[in-house]
């Protein structure tokens, strides 16, 4: 699913349901789980989440030029300051795209969250729910998520341990900011895949027959 679609709607409320029938329930309810499950784990999502890492640490790295340079005395010079000036500014504005899709993402995942808990409540089915769990993206994401969480973490640590106080502040402010957007972003990342695979957790092993859709005309759509 792209993450330029639309979201499935969330199931109207109980009583104006109108499912002929509990297969038609079932049908609508694993089209809107598929939906849903592709939309916060799809290939789409990681991409959109892998290229969010890259445009923060492009954007902060354009303003670390100007930061380890002032750090180490390398742009005195009126002219070079301001052509790092002007890079640092550039980079500040690569970053803007880059928050906005961060903040959009974690809001558009919470409300397909809860659009998904929501279709999963209305019943159990056996496929569809075991479809939820997604085992391979699932994995995709909490390896990557680890690995950035982890990666953010070690520099946290080591770009402070390893500062030379006659280089300044400039290195160790640029390698903290590269540490906690790979930090952040690991967290978002792993909150998202953990999350999904407890929801799955508890939907998939209930594979009894839930209770009967509502009677009533048909609902098309």
């Not at 989440?49 to 030029?65: E, H, I, P, R």
């Not at 982890?150 to 341990?161: I, Q």
Request: with cysteine; net charge positive.
């Amino acid at each position: 699913m792209s993450p330029r679609a639309p979201l499935p709607p969330p199931p109207p409320p109980a009583e104006i349901r109108s499912w002929p029938d509990r297969e038609a329930l079932l049908a609508d309810r694993a089209r809107a789980l598929d939906a849903l499950g592709r939309r916060l784990l799809g290939g789409g999502r990681f991409a959109l989440f892998a290229g969010t890492v890259l445009l923060l640490q492009l954007g902060w790295g354009m303003v670390g030029v100007t930061l380890v340079g002032l750090g180490t005395g390398a742009i005195l010079d009126p002219i070079t300051f301001f052509v790092g000036l002007v890079v640092s500014v550039l980079g500040a504005g690569v970053m803007v795209p880059g928050l906005w899709l961060a903040v959009r993402g974690v809001r558009q995942d919470r409300l397909a969250r809860e659009r998904l808990a929501a279709w999963a409540a209305l019943d159990r089915d056996r496929a569809a729910d075991a479809r939820l769990r997604r085992p391979v993206p699932s994995a995709l994401w909490m390896v990557v998520s680890a690995v950035l969480c982890g990666l953010g973490l070690w520099l946290g640590f080591a770009v402070p341990a390893g500062a030379d106080p006659a280089d300044g502040r400039g290195p160790v402010a640029y390698g903290m900011g590269v540490a906690l957007i790979f930090w952040i972003n690991g967290l978002i990342g792993l909150s998202k895949a953990v999350g999904h695979y407890r929801r799955a957790i508890r939907t998939a092993p209930a594979g009894r027959a839930g209770r009967s859709a509502s009677s009533g005309p048909p609902r098309h759509g």
